[in-house]
C-alpha cells in the first residue's frame, strides 16, 4: 500500500512538473514571438526613414494613393520641370498633362507627341497663335484648315494670306469678306467692298460685326441685320462714315443709300458750322428709309441740327420721349452744359442726363 501511495505521489509530481514545464515554454515562444515583431518594426521604420530621405518628386506623385490627385501631381511635376515624359505615368490624364506642358512652354515639339486628334488640333492652335506661327496648322491632316481659319479668326481676319491656306469653302468665303472688309476701312479703297458677298448673308454680316479691326462709325446707331443690310452694304457704310465719302452711299440699295447720305448729313454737325448741315436734306433722306427707321433718322437730324445752332427747340420737334431725352443729352454732351438737362421732365431720363 505504502508503496502504491508512493508511486501516486511519484506520478502526480511528475506530471506537475511536465505541466510547468508546458506552461513555461508557451511564455518564452512569446517572448520570443515579441521580440521578433520588434524587430521588424524597427527595421520597417528605419526603411522608411531611408526610402523618405531618397524619394524623389517623381515617387512621391507616383506614392499618391487616390488617382485624382495623384494625376494632378504628375501634371504639376511635368509643367514645373518642361518634362513631357512624366506625363506617361498621369494615366487618363496623360493627354491633359501633355498638352499643359506644351502650351506652358510654346513648344509645337511637345504638341506633336499628342495622340488624341482633339487635342493636338486645340494645342497646336494655341501654340501658332501664341508664337504668331501658322505654319503649324499644316500638320494637322484633316483639321489644318479649321486650324488655319480658327487662327485667322483669333486674329480678327487681319491677315488675308492666312485665308488662301483655308480648304473649307464656307470658312474660306468667311475669311476672305471679313479680310476685305478690314482692308476697305482701312485704306478707303471702295473696290474692296467690291469683293465682299452683295447678298444677304447674316452669318458674315455677324462677322463684320464683331471680328472685324475696325469698329464701325455707325455700329450703336442701328441692328443692320434687322434691316436687309448685305455684308457689301455695311462694308460701303462704314466706308462711306469713315472717310465721309457720300460716293461710296451711292454704291448701295436706294433705300440704305438714301440712309447713308442722311447720317453722312447728320454726321456734318462735326464741322460745327451752321451751314455745314441742311435739316432739309436730311428729313427728305429720312422719308425713303424703311418705316420702322424714319423715326429714329428724323430723330438723328433734328439732334444733328440743335447741335449745329445749339438751339434746343430743333429737339422739341421730336415726339418720341426717348428720343427727345437722348437730344437733350446730347446737347448737354455737345455743349458740355448740364443746364440742357433741365428740359427733360421724366425724373428718371433726368437723372441719367449727362454729367447727373
Known sequence: M????RSDVSDSTVGGASERQRVSLSEREKYLIYLVAGIVLVAVAVAVLFVEGHST???KCKG????????????ALAVSSDNASICSFAGSEQQQCITSVAERYSSQSTCDLLSNETYKYQCTLNVSLRTSTPSACATLGNYSSQCYYSYAKQGRFSNKTICSLITNSTEKSYCNAVSNYN???DTGNQSYCGLVPGSSDSSILYLLLNYSTLSANS???LYYEYYNFTPRDYCYFNLAVKYNNSAACSRMSSSIGSLCNGYLAALSKKSNSA??????AALAACTVVPSS????CSSSAYTAAAETYDNVSYCTEIQNETYFASCIDALAQYYNDTAYCSYIKNSTAQSSCYLQ
Do not use: E, M
Request: hydrophobic content about 45%; proline content about 6%; some cysteine.
Open 293 to 296: 427707321l424714319q423715326n429714329a
Open 275 to 280: 451751314q455745314a448741315f441742311n435739316l432739309t
Open 183 to 185: 482692308l476697305a476701312l
Open 57 to 59: 518628386p517623381l515617387s
Open 64 to 75: 499618391v494613393l487616390l488617382s485624382g490627385p495623384r494625376d494632378a501631381c504628375l501634371t
Open 2 to 5: 505504502a508503496d502504491g501511495k
Open 219 to 221: 455700329t450703336d446707331y
